[in-house]
């Protein structure tokens, strides 16, 4: 790379080889590192032997694999299992903090991906946990940060930012169509009837296929959708009226009910 000059993709493609590499060859319990990425960059399908705990520090990262898509935006995290096929999107420029986790450290081995909201604890010690070894002066303070990191991350509080993906092909292609144009009228006869089945029938199946039933799903295709842009900058009104919001307070009142605070409140700086 030259100096001062941004990585080429080829160049990012190799880095991220290199940081494979390195996380199957750690011996410590937790192995931390930061990454930066360009908005639009592509990370091919790939896993590794160690969970995952990945800090989105700026930017909005998307995971996805074959349980379905979750979003990370600032100020939260993904916990990945250890062994999952997965891809990831950058939606703007992207600070990613990941603590790379051993299996036989874990006492509890969560097998399911999970968003969760960050304590001022967590983001702390996450922060201090990607110090480069060679700038680390006291070992024992260091071992114990990624102790308490350990602790800390499977209490942290679930986050509505998954969305998952029906096995079944017609009902797929309903969802996908959905995502391509989103809309805050869905009406569950309608799917029901180009399935050819009862609404009651439908509701069963969908909540069956996905785990949820499809007025969650719709809120949180709708936050998928909303999250991005509103991360870019661009206004609640423009994103709220894009969705078929009546106005900006009803979907504010959906994006509070989804994610605890108003989009303002929500996209607030790192301290």
């Not at 590192?33 to 705990?53: C, M, N």
């Not at 100020?75 to 790379?100: C, F, K, N, Q, R």
């Not at 604890?121 to 070894?133: F, H, K, N, S």
């Amino acid at each position: 790379m030259k100096n001062g000059s941004k990585p080429t993709a080829g160049e990012l493609a190799g880095l991220h080889l290199e940081r494979l590499a390195a996380i199957e060859a750690a011996s410590e319990p937790v192995y931390a590192i930061p990454s930066d990425y360009p908005s639009g960059y592509h990370v091919k399908a790939h896993s590794h032997s160690r969970a995952q705990f990945v800090y989105a520090r700026t930017g909005v990262v998307m995971v996805s694999s074959r349980q379905g898509r979750w979003m990370v935006p600032p100020e939260h995290a993904l916990w990945i299992p250890a062994g999952l096929e997965h891809t990831v999107d950058m939606l703007g420029d992207v600070t990613m903090l990941s603590a790379y986790v051993a299996s036989s450290a874990l006492t509890e081995r969560p097998t399911a991906i999970r968003v969760v909201a960050l304590t001022d604890l967590a983001r702390a010690l996450i922060v201090e946990a990607v110090v480069p070894p060679e700038e680390v002066c006291n070992p024992v303070r260091h071992g114990l940060i990624m102790a308490l990191l350990l602790e800390e991350v499977l209490r942290l509080p679930d986050r509505p930012l998954g969305l998952p993906f029906p096995a079944d092909q017609r009902l797929a292609a309903l969802c996908r169509g959905f995502i391509e144009n989103p809309s805050a009228h869905l009406v569950i006869e309608d799917w029901a009837e180009r399935m050819a089945m009862s609404r009651r029938a439908f509701t069963r199946a969908f909540r069956r296929e996905t785990g949820i039933s499809l007025s969650t799903w719709r809120q949180q295709a709708a936050v998928f959708t909303a999250l991005p842009r509103l991360a870019s900058g661009e206004s609640v009104t423009a994103v709220a009226l894009d969705l078929g919001y009546e106005s900006a307070a009803a979907f504010t009142t959906m994006f509070r009910r989804m994610l605890g605070a108003a989009p303002r409140a929500y996209f607030r700086s790192p301290d």
